[in-house]
Structure formats: C-alpha cells, structure tokens
C-alpha cells in the first residue's frame, strides 16, 4: 500500500518567518495531494491540494510544490503568523473503487513564536 | 459549505459498553464517509470506508463486530464501539467524500472517546 513520510516531526519559527514542510509518498498511482491543519482537539481541516497534473499552486500564504517524478511534495508557509501554529498533515491519495483512498502522513507539528 | 458535524464530541463510558458516534453532512449529500482514528501525537489511521447502503469495507487488522459501522442515509452514518475496553480510548474522526466529487473530502471535528 502507500506509504507516506512526512519531515520535519516539529518546527518552530519566528513569526514572519516561512515553513517548509516535506513529504515523500511511494505509489506512483497516486494523484491526489492535500494538506491539512489540524488544531488541538478539532479534526484536520483541508488548507490546499494539488493534483498530479501540476507542479505547484498557490493560496496566499501557503503554496504547495510537486514533484512527480521524484514523489515529493511540500508545503510551504510565508509570513507565518501565531495562529499558524498547528499540527500540519500531508497526504497521498489513490482513486479506490468510486472515491479516492487517502493515506497521511506522521505530522508536523508548527510553532509559530511571536 | 461542506460542514461535517460529529456528535457527541467527548464521551466517556464504563468498561464493556457500547458507545455510538454519530456523523452528519449537514449541507452536502455524502455517498462515501470514513472512519478514522488518532492515537495522540499520531497520524490518522484509516478504519474503515462506508458506502450508503452498503456494508463498510474495514482495513486490516480492524475488527467488524468490534467497530459496527452503519451508513444509513446519504447524510449520517454511525460508529459503534462495542464492549468497550480501556485500549478502545482514542480520537475517532470522520470524513466525507461529497456526492459527485472526487476530491477535497470534509472532517468532523472528532469524539474524544476515554473507557474507564
């Protein structure tokens, strides 16, 4: 099945500084890659994705670069603010049977230090 | 859009009884929705997938009559811990895949299940 390895495990920053945070997956037939935050005690919320057909997408502060050939993604964060500061999750997908199977990868968790 | 709300979000029950987990879309119809669980400061395991009207396919080393799972409605589906034991206590999560995408499925906001 998909393994995905996530680095690094925890990531401390000065406010307005970026994040950078990395993720390798190991099947090729995945095509599907979002990102989460995911805050103490809540569920993960989505905060941008990229699908296999392209290289890198953009939202505000937070971009997401991938490369295929190499099963590297990451996600990158400028300006980081103290609200910022979450457990952030990769993940690979794989079209399953009708919907996409998704699997995580270990975490990181970002500190934002004003 | 795309609000998942799962109910109740803390529980805490005596050893060998059954808890439910209630999982509502509230403004999509969800064909497809996922359990998962989160032991603490670790990622989400994936426990099982659950079509409308359909038996959930469960992933390996998750035991069915344990995690009963009913996905009745295109709108609710249920997990069960059954004969809970203190080791059942985690984070259980739900998701939702929203009818007629493919992409970008939506969490709940999690149960803090403890057995005591």
């Known amino acids: 099945g998909e393994n995905v390895e996530q680095h690094p495990s925890t990531l401390s920053v000065q406010e307005g500084d970026s994040a950078v945070i990395k993720c390798t997956y190991s099947?090729?037939?995945?095509?599907?890659f979002p990102w989460y935050k995911q805050e103490l005690g809540k569920g993960p919320q989505l905060i941008i994705d990229i699908r296999s057909n392209v290289g890198e997408k953009k939202d505000q502060r937070i971009a997401v670069t991938l490369n295929k050939t190499a099963k590297h993604f990451s996600l990158h964060i400028t300006e980081t603010q103290p609200e910022d500061s979450a457990v952030y999750f990769c993940a690979a997908s794989i079209a399953a049977g009708g919907y996409q199977k998704v699997t995580f990868g270990i975490g990181t968790k970002l500190q934002v230090i004003p | 859009g795309a609000v998942v709300s799962q109910h109740p979000s803390w529980v805490i029950c005596k050893s060998g009884t059954s808890v439910k987990i209630e999982c509502r879309s509230l403004d999509f119809q969800a064909t497809t929705m996922f359990w998962y669980r989160q032991f603490p400061k670790q990622s989400l395991m994936l426990m099982a997938t659950s079509n409308e009207g359909s038996k959930a396919t469960y992933e390996q080393g998750v035991e069915k009559d344990k995690f009963l799972i009913n996905h009745a409605s295109l709108t609710l589906s249920t997990l069960t811990v059954t004969s809970a034991h203190p080791e059942d206590s985690s984070f259980y999560i739900c998701?939702?895949?929203?009818?007629?995408?493919?992409?970008?499925?939506?969490f709940g906001s999690g149960t803090r299940l403890t057995v005591v």
């Open positions: 998701s939702a895949r929203r009818t007629g995408f493919d992409y970008g499925y939506t």
């Open positions: 099947d090729s037939a995945s095509n599907y």
